[in-house]
C-alpha cells in the first residue's frame, strides 16, 4: 500500500483552501437541467461597464407640430442600420426614426382597412419586414422597412402581448378568462407556432377573479423574461430567490441560475410609489400586498452573450436613484456595475422598456414619453 507523505498531504489541504476561497460559483447536472449557483462573488472583477447617453427623443411636442404622433408607445425595434421603430398604440401608428433620432417616416394607421390596425400590441422586425401584431383583429400586418404595406396575416387564436419571434415560432404573454363556479384569470408565457397554437407554457399565474385583490397583486402577475438568439431566459418572479430559469426555443428547461440574494422590505413610501406607477393608466391597485421587493426587475441580453440583469441597490437607501445591473456569461456572474442614467425603478413596470443592439442599450419610457440612447463602454 502506497503512503502519502506528511508533507504532500499539506501541500494539497493549502490548494484545497486555496480553491474554496477563490470558489465564486458551483455548477451540478440534475436530470440533464445545469444549476449555476453563484454565491454573489463577481468571477471577473475586473470587467467594468459605464453608459454614456448618446441620444434623446422626446415623444412630447411641447407646441404640437411635430410630423410624428406618439401619445403612448408600446414596443419599438432597431434595424441593423440603426433605425428606430416606435409603435403607438392610440395613433395605431409606427414612427420611424434614424439613428441620429430624426424622424423618417410613419407606418400604418388607426382603421380598420388594408394595413390599419386598432390598438396594435407590438412589432417585430423580422429580416426585410416590419410585423405590427393587432390582438382585436387578431391578426399581424407586414410591411417592408419603407413602410410600404404587403399583406395582412389572419389567426383563429388572439395574439400574446410581448409577443417576439423566436427562431421560427413566437413568444409571449397571453391572459385567459377560465369559466365555471370559482372562475379566475390566467397569465401564461407561451411558445407559440406560426399559426398561434400553443407549444408550450413555460410560465403559469392564475388569480381568483372574485378575490378583491385581484389586481393588488399585480407585482406578482408578469415575470420579468427576455430572449437571445438560442435561449428565453424567465426570471422566478420572486422576493425570496433570485433565480432564472432558461429554457431552448422549443420550452424544453437547460439551466438554472442562481445567486445569493437577501431579502429585503419594501418601504411605505416605497410602496405608495409602485402604487402610483401601476395605477399610471387607470385605477387599479389600492394596496400592495408584497412586503419585499423582486429580487430580479428585469432580463436584457448583451449581443456579445453576456445577460443583463436589472435586481434592486440593497446598498444604499439615499441613493435612491442607482439602479444595480448584474453581469452574467453562460450562467456564471461576472461583476456588477451601478447606473444613475437609467430611470429608476423599484419593481418590474410595463412603462419601461429596453434593448440592447449594436453595442447601445435603448430605454424607452411611455410614462415620461422618451426614448434615450447609451452607448455601452466596457473598460
Request: charged fraction near 25%; hydrophobic fraction near 30%; charge should be negative.
Given at each position: 500500500m502506497k503512503t502519502v507523505s506528511i508533507m504532500t498531504r499539506i501541500v494539497i489541504l493549502i490548494a484545497?483552501?486555496?480553491?474554496?476561497?477563490?470558489?465564486?460559483?458551483?455548477?451540478?447536472?440534475?436530470?440533464?437541467?445545469?444549476?449555476?449557483?453563484?454565491?454573489?462573488?463577481?468571477?471577473?472583477?475586473?470587467?467594468?461597464?459605464?453608459?454614456?447617453?448618446?441620444?434623446?427623443?422626446n415623444f412630447n411636442s411641447?407646441?404640437?407640430?411635430?410630423?410624428?404622433?406618439?401619445?403612448?408607445?408600446?414596443?419599438?425595434?432597431?434595424?441593423?442600420?440603426?433605425n428606430i421603430y416606435v409603435l403607438d398604440i392610440l395613433s395605431s401608428k409606427v414612427e420611424k426614426f434614424n439613428k441620429n433620432g430624426k424622424y423618417i417616416t410613419s407606418i400604418s394607421n388607426r382603421g380598420s382597412g388594408p394595413g390599419e390596425s386598432i390598438y396594435p400590441n407590438g412589432i417585430i422586425l423580422d429580416k426585410d419586414s416590419?410585423?405590427?401584431?393587432?390582438?382585436?383583429?387578431?391578426?399581424?400586418?407586414?410591411?417592408?422597412?419603407k413602410g410600404n404595406y404587403r399583406h395582412e396575416m389572419k389567426y383563429d387564436n388572439r395574439l400574446p402581448s410581448g409577443m417576439e419571434?423566436?427562431?421560427?415560432?413566437?413568444?409571449?404573454?397571453?391572459?385567459?378568462?377560465?369559466?365555471?363556479?370559482?372562475?379566475?384569470?390566467?397569465?401564461?408565457?407561451?411558445?407559440?407556432?406560426?399559426?398561434l397554437d400553443t407549444l408550450k407554457t413555460i410560465y403559469n399565474y392564475n388569480i381568483d377573479l372574485n378575490n378583491s385583490d385581484f389586481y393588488n397583486n399585480f407585482l406578482d402577475i408578469f415575470p420579468p423574461y427576455c430572449a437571445s438568439d438560442s435561449l428565453i431566459y424567465v426570471s422566478g418572479n420572486s422576493s425570496n430567490e433570485?433565480?432564472?430559469?432558461?429554457?431552448?426555443?422549443?420550452?424544453?428547461?437547460?439551466?438554472?441560475?442562481?445567486?445569493?440574494?437577501?431579502?429585503?422590505?419594501?418601504s411605505d413610501n416605497e410602496k405608495m410609489h409602485i402604487i402610483k406607477e401601476i395605477n399610471l393608466k387607470e385605477p387599479l391597485v389600492t394596496d400592495i400586498p408584497n412586503k419585499f421587493k423582486k429580487a430580479i426587475n428585469y432580463i436584457?441580453?448583451?449581443?456579445?452573450?453576456?445577460?443583463?440583469?436589472?435586481?434592486?441597490?440593497?446598498?444604499?437607501?439615499?441613493?435612491?436613484?442607482?439602479?444595480?445591473?448584474?453581469?452574467?456569461?453562460?450562467?456564471?456572474?461576472?461583476?456588477?456595475?451601478?447606473?444613475?442614467?437609467?430611470?429608476?425603478?423599484?419593481?418590474?413596470?410595463?412603462?419601461?422598456?429596453?434593448?440592447?443592439?449594436?453595442?447601445?442599450?435603448?430605454?424607452m419610457s411611455n410614462k415620461d414619453g422618451n426614448l434615450k440612447v447609451f452607448e455601452i463602454i466596457k473598460k
Open positions: 484545497l483552501i486555496a480553491c474554496s476561497k477563490n470558489e465564486t460559483f458551483t455548477i451540478l447536472e440534475k436530470d440533464n437541467i445545469k444549476i449555476y449557483s453563484n454565491n454573489g462573488i463577481p468571477s471577473n472583477p475586473e470587467i467594468e461597464y459605464k453608459l454614456k447617453e448618446v441620444l434623446y427623443i411641447e407646441d404640437g407640430n411635430s410630423d410624428f404622433e406618439i401619445k403612448y408607445p408600446v414596443d419599438f425595434e432597431i434595424d441593423n442600420d440603426g416590419l410585423l405590427i401584431l393587432n390582438s382585436r383583429k387578431r391578426a399581424i400586418l407586414n410591411f417592408d422597412l419571434q423566436i427562431g421560427n415560432n413566437y413568444l409571449g404573454m397571453i391572459d385567459e378568462n377560465i369559466g365555471g363556479d370559482s372562475p379566475s384569470r390566467s397569465f401564461k408565457l407561451t411558445i407559440c407556432n406560426n399559426t433570485y433565480k432564472i430559469d432558461v429554457y431552448d426555443f422549443h420550452g424544453n428547461k437547460k439551466s438554472v441560475i442562481s445567486k445569493n440574494y437577501r431579502k429585503h422590505p419594501i436584457i441580453i448583451e449581443e456579445r452573450g453576456a445577460v443583463w440583469v436589472m435586481t434592486p441597490d440593497l446598498t444604499s437607501e439615499k441613493d435612491i436613484n442607482h439602479i444595480k445591473i448584474d453581469i452574467f456569461k453562460n450562467g456564471i456572474y461576472q461583476n456588477s456595475f451601478y447606473s444613475t442614467e437609467l430611470e429608476y425603478h423599484l419593481s418590474y413596470s410595463d412603462n419601461l422598456f429596453y434593448k440592447i443592439k449594436n453595442g447601445y442599450l435603448y430605454q
